[in-house]
């Protein structure tokens, strides 16, 4: 005779959503139920939470700042700045005018092998069209542009038609599926702390408090915890998700990457103690 078969993933799940959440805080009770239950794993989780969030979140909440950009003047010549394009190891980069402070376009960085293989080589004629977005867009929705039109960076710009920063499809997707690690990317490398050309560092949430304090000039106690990311996790109360920030003893720390588990990267940031007048 033969054994009644497992009941499927989706089968097992849906047994817990037999009873139809009425808000998105009880569904994700329920998900966090099936999570403890071991029907879903602390990835799957994640990015459940992660699309049930982009609805909810603004183009302003992860774009990289204007300050913050690498960019390309029209006016340079390419000898000044494929250094800057090979350094920041980018594949697309915003071309300024910076005469008039206005984006013109977009340059792939593999446009550039043109430069080695051609005379008369000119940028402009390399340039693709820049797509300009305002800050408020929700993600769900830049989302299923950046799909349709297939373009993988948006100029993000403020209610004034100023450049705000920027933006790219990767930058989405890490809300859903958490960090997108590529041969570049922090986690891979062996320092547990590295500064940024923000001046901000990025910490692996492993490293000890000791060594932190040593980097960072600080005096972090490390009587309760011996790692920087279970002090931050403390601080918080609860288990913080990508995004979440917290300042305490003159540093902002930001959550880079985590999952439903524990807290894998942080940005943090030197706060200057406010002047008492």
Not at 77 to 106: C, L, Q, T, W, Y
Not at 154 to 169: C, H, K, N, P, R
Not at 199 to 217: H, L, S
């Amino acid at each position: 005779m033969d054994e009644p078969s497992k009941p499927s993933w989706f089968e097992r799940l849906g047994a817990l959503l037999t009873h139809e959440p009425e808000t998105r805080d009880e569904l994700l009770d329920i998900l966090q139920g099936a999570f403890q239950h071991n029907l879903l794993d602390a990835d799957a989780l994640s990015m459940i939470e992660g699309v049930l969030q982009v609805s909810e979140i603004q183009v302003r909440d992860i774009m990289i700042p204007r300050a913050q950009m690498d960019v390309i003047d029209i006016n340079d010549a390419p000898e000044k700045f494929i250094p800057i394009v090979i350094e920041a190891a980018h594949s697309r980069f915003p071309v300024f005018d910076k005469n008039k402070d206005d984006v013109i376009g977009i340059l792939l960085a593999k446009d550039l092998l043109r430069y080695y293989a051609e005379t008369g080589f000119h940028v402009r004629e390399m340039l693709r069209p820049a797509v300009f977005i305002p800050e408020s867009k929700r993600l769900n929705v830049l989302l299923k542009e950046f799909r349709a039109s297939r373009n993988h960076m948006a100029i993000v710009v403020d209610e004034y038609g100023g450049v705000a920063g920027l933006v790219t499809i990767e930058d989405v997707l890490e809300q859903i599926v958490g960090d997108i690690e590529d041969e570049y990317d922090f986690d891979e490398t062996e320092d547990n702390i590295i500064l940024d050309r923000g001046g901000r560092y990025r910490v692996k949430a492993i490293t000890e408090i000791e060594d932190f304090n040593e980097i960072m000039g600080t005096a972090l106690t490390d009587e309760d915890y011996d790692t920087i990311g279970g002090l931050v996790v403390n601080r918080f109360g609860h288990m913080p998700k990508r995004g979440d920030t917290i300042v305490f003893d003159g540093l902002k720390f930001e959550v880079l990457r985590a999952d439903s588990r524990r807290v894998h990267t942080l940005l943090v940031e030197k706060k200057m103690p406010v002047p008492v007048v």
